[in-house]
């Protein structure tokens, strides 16, 4: 630790300097970090086989509209991107349990889905994962 010392003696006289100190056992102090994020706790896997609200509560807490629609994508094609799921499916469920999803379902979800990378439309009405929507429960 670096300090900065001034010291005046019986006299009047000043003395300044600086110098590096270290503790008693000549080891050099851990610096502390100020602030910064948390350490990030690890990313478990969704649990796809959980029912539909227990799922939602569990991993669409918090997330945003695009977020809510890949979670429920995932769980609803398990999540395989290969599956294709109508966006008819998806709103009729979005609905079932729309308490927990925090409101109706809008169209634009998909979208804002879709325009993060998410998950991706090989038919109209039609949405599958693409690979990393798991980045969309952890955003």
Known sequence: MKVRVVVTDGS?????????????SGARPRRQTRGGKPPRPERTRPDLSLPV???VKRHAKGL?????????????SGGKPATAV?????????N???GL???????MYGVRAKEEGW???QKTGQYTLRPGWEDALGS
């Open 12 to 24: 009047g006289n000043t003395f300044e300097g600086e110098t590096t100190l270290v503790t008693a």
């Open 53 to 55: 609200r227990a799922f």
């Open 64 to 76: 945003s509209g695009g977020q809510k629609f890949t979670a429920l994508l995932a769980r609803m």
């Open 86 to 94: 109508s966006v008819k499916d998806i709103e009729k469920e979005w």
């Open 96 to 98: 079932r349990v729309s």
């Open 101 to 107: 999803m925090g409101g109706k379902f809008y169209t």
């Open 119 to 121: 998950v991706d439309t």
